[in-house]
């Protein structure tokens, strides 16, 4: 089975930066893509930034471009993301998530990972 584990979490100042990560271990564990959502108390979850496995092309929403950035370790199966220039706005749960080849859409999730903006 896949396991997604976040890491990384915490409180930071506004302006300040957070840089998560998520290993995955299962032994047959092949990702055609990997990513972020966030969610916060009485909010639909967002999503944040993706990454296609195989080529590394990249998507993030609207309200992250130019501030974070997700990067990955194919040796290792982890994905991260840098998080830069953060706002309170961005206090939520992180959550890691995969997709692998023929599903449709991200079928696995971490457990989440606290990411608190405040002064």
């Known amino acids: 089975q896949v396991q997604l584990v976040e890491s990384g979490g915490g409180l930071v100042q506004p302006g300040g930066s957070l840089r998560l990560s998520c290993a995955a271990s299962?032994?047959?564990?092949?990702?055609?893509?990997m990513g972020w959502f966030r969610q916060t108390p009485g909010k639909e979850r967002e999503f944040v930034a993706a990454?296609?496995?195989?080529?590394?092309?990249?998507e993030y929403g609207d309200s992250v471009k130019g501030r974070f950035t997700i990067s990955r370790d194919r040796t290792l199966k982890n994905v991260y993301l840098q998080m830069n220039s953060l706002k309170p706005e961005d206090t939520a749960v992180y959550y890691c998530a995969a997709q692998i080849w023929g599903q449709n859409g991200f079928g696995f999730w971490g457990q989440g990972t606290q990411v608190t903006v405040s002064s």
């Open positions: 990454m296609r496995w195989s080529g590394g092309s990249t």
């Open positions: 299962g032994r047959t564990f092949n990702p055609s893509a």
